[in-house]
């Protein structure tokens, strides 16, 4: 048996779906559609899996949608549809995603992975991402350990593991470059010193690398430099602006030290001095 209208809207109790308590509120739509496809007796003949709804709950997009409370965040139908059940491009899950992934969508369009996807009838984001469980994205994607992605298709050492191996390593450059201006600037600040221009700055180096995790979807080295070499300009500059203003304050401490050095001194001397007056 298909689902029908009272399946998800209830009989009696209808209420909006802008309404928090209604069963296909954004946020309630994972559970009232997992009624039916969590259900193993239920869905027994479909030939389809039932653990969608557990995958899903730990999901990234789970996770902003109920814990951060994004009611934009996909749930079952964004992706599924509702009524009609059947999301657009259907034959090709990229489709699905790039409704909302835009750039990333732009960016695999123009990778060497899209033909070699294709030409193997894979599903897209899906060989890399899954679908119901997507964990959040890190960087450790990219390496060799148990979030890798790369190693699963890619041989240790080819040419396409071995540029795997540079996009990685030129994440880290920017990303290590990103703490070590926010460390100084933060040392800075907290010592009184003006870098209130620099720390704004940091925010575009930030940028820089997201758009580098962005455009890693390309796999395209010469495109993903163009972002990394940009953040590590922006973080140059204001690193240097941090240590100008470390050197300032050093210099301000050892002028300071030598003030009171002299003023401990001269009050020595007129004490030394009234003691031998009064004798």
Known sequence: MVAVCTDCHNVHDLRAPSDPQSTVYPVNVANTCARCHADANYMTGYSI???????????????ALAVRGDLSAPTCSTCHGNHGAAPPGVDKVQNVCSTCHVFQAQMYEKSSHKDAFQAAALPGCVVCHSNHGITHPTDAKLGTGP????????????????????????????????????????????????????????????????????TIHSFRKDLVSQDIEAGLTITAKNLQSGQKAMAERNYRRVGLGMSLVAIGVILVGLHLYIKKIES
């Open 49 to 63: 899996p039932t653990d969608q709804f557990a995958k899903y709950s730990t999901s990234v997009h789970h996770d």
């Open 147 to 214: 979030e890798a992605v790369c190693t699963h298709c890619h041989t240790p050492g080819d040419a396409c593991d071995q540029a795997r191996a540079e996009l990685l390593t030129d994440l880290g450059r920017l990303d290590q470059a990103i703490k070590r201006t926010d460390q100084v600037l933060a040392v800075a600040e907290s010592s009184g010193m003006e870098v209130s221009e620099a720390r704004l700055a940091q925010s575009q180096a930030r940028d820089s690398l997201t758009k580098a995790r962005v």
